[in-house]
């Protein structure tokens, strides 16, 4: 059984996302990703404690390949991302200030799901650079087995 993957708090995930982006390289920008998204640890879990958030993991028994299918996906939106800010010229210089709200986790609320110690957050990251305040979403955050996650697509301007 391998250890879960994701980050340990919010503003970690959010400010190694900073990194991937002003990487400008996809290897680095699709690690990142494939640490922020649910790993089979992660359904593991979700699978022991009767856990299903928006179809996950139960959806991985039909399609068992749409986690590999949106790393690819996420990965060049946030490579093209990347590439955009760059061009705005706001990229180099842009820093992490924190959140357009406090990030405060809740126990997560869905229907037939009996897994309380399963937190969830959907934040809006702020950061700013000398040309441009940006903010962006990394998606619906959950904190699964420990680790802070994202079940949901970007929101990205």
Same mark, same amino acid.
């Given at each position: ?13 959010? &400010? ?5 982006? &002003? ?24 699978? +022991? ?36 800010? +760059? ?26 799901? &009996?897994? +309380? ?22 998606? +619906? ?17």
């Amino acid at each position: 059984c391998s250890k879960s993957q994701g980050y340990d708090n919010i503003e970690e995930l959010y &400010k190694e996302s900073l990194i991937a982006l &002003k990487s400008k390289d996809k290897a680095k920008i699709e690690n990142f990703v494939t640490k922020l998204f649910p790993d089979n640890s992660s359904a593991s879990y979700m699978k +022991e404690n009767n856990c299903v958030y928006r179809g996950y993991p139960k959806g991985l028994e039909k399609y068992p390949y749409a986690t590999d299918s949106a790393i690819v996906r996420y990965t060049e939106r946030l490579y093209k991302y990347a590439l955009s800010l +760059e061009a705005r010229g706001c990229l180099n210089d842009l820093e992490f200030i924190g959140f357009d709200r406090n990030p405060d986790p809740e126990i997560l609320n869905e229907r037939n799901c &009996k897994c +309380e110690d399963v937190l969830f957050t959907e934040p809006y990251g702020l950061f700013v650079s000398k040309n441009d305040t940006i903010q962006y979403k990394l998606g +619906e955050l959950l904190k699964v087995d420990g680790k802070w996650k994202s079940f949901t697509d970007f929101k990205l301007n």
